[in-house]
């Protein structure tokens, strides 16, 4: 069973006994969110990301949610890609292709993936341009309060230096406000060159979603959730930015993650 509880500030927390409950739990809630936005405007806007996230994703290609889930309806964005060739092994697009979009019926068509043919920099204009063509034919939702998409769902994993999306921690790109994608060619993570959502996108999303497992994340976890004094290194720890203005935050994580949450140490 997972221990849940809702910090009043930082969104809802779950963490779970090991990863196959977590894994459950994750595609009970996508299957949920998918369905909920159908019902409310006809489609699914899912964003995905890399890492390990995809494999935790794996049991939407089981029953019952290969047969429950109305495939047909996802429209499918990442919120950051390394610019690579999409057959390439350090492709986000390949990694969920090859594991999870081939093996269910979501149309090729609305799935959005990079220009993997030009520079970082043109990938991500033209990655945004194609996000508010699609803003304005209102496949996508705006935002009410700013001028950002409003995805249904955004799904990131965070590393252990408290990265999500490609938004590394003191990085320039998480300063950027007015553009919805960025790009950087100095990652502090290989392959150098990505592209990212910025915060505001992540910001104005309805549901957004972390996933951290294992002991490495949880230094990340008590900074990126827990009321602390922060010393100056952690005033841009990327997690902590992530606050949806008008949206749902929940964290997914493992007991070896939250291990170091002030909820444990207070309680021990
Ligand atoms: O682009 C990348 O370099 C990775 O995709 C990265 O951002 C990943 O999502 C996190 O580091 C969490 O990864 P794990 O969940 O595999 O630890």
Known sequence: MALTWTHKDR???????NLEELSIDL????????EASIKEHGAFCIVLSGGSLISFMGKL????????????????????ERVVAKNHDDSNYKLAKDN???????????????????SAEEAATEY???????????????????????FDLILLGMGSDGHVASLFPNHPALEVKDDW?????????????????????????ANVVVVATGESKANAI?????????????????????HP??????????KQAGSKLDRFKFSE
């Not at 595609?27 to 998918?34: G, L, N, Q």
């Not at 290609?61 to 950051?80: L, Q, R, S, T």
């Not at 008590?222 to 992530?242: F, G």
């Open 11 to 17: 969104g809802e927390i779950r963490v779970h006994e």
């Open 27 to 34: 595609v009970d809630y996508i299957a949920e969110i998918s």
């Open 61 to 80: 290609i089981e029953p019952p949610y290969d047969k429950i889930v109305d495939w047909a309806k996802w429209y499918v964005f990442w919120a950051d």
């Open 100 to 118: 999870l979009l081939s093996k269910v019926n979501v149309f090729p068509r609305h799935i959005c993936s990079i220009n993997d043919t030009v």
């Open 128 to 150: 945004e341009f194609a996000i508010r063509q699609m803003v304005r034919s209102r496949t996508v939702a705006a935002s009410d309060n700013s001028d950002s998409p409003r």
């Open 181 to 205: 994608v960025t790009f950087l060619t100095d990652s502090h993570k290989p392959p150098p060159e990505r592209i990212t959502f910025t915060l505001p996108v992540i910001n104005s999303a």
């Open 222 to 242: 008590h900074l990126a959730i827990d009321d602390l004094p922060l010393p100056d290194s952690s005033l841009s720890l990327s997690a902590r930015l992530v």
């Open 245 to 254: 203005s008008n949206g749902n935050l929940i964290w997914f994580m493992d």
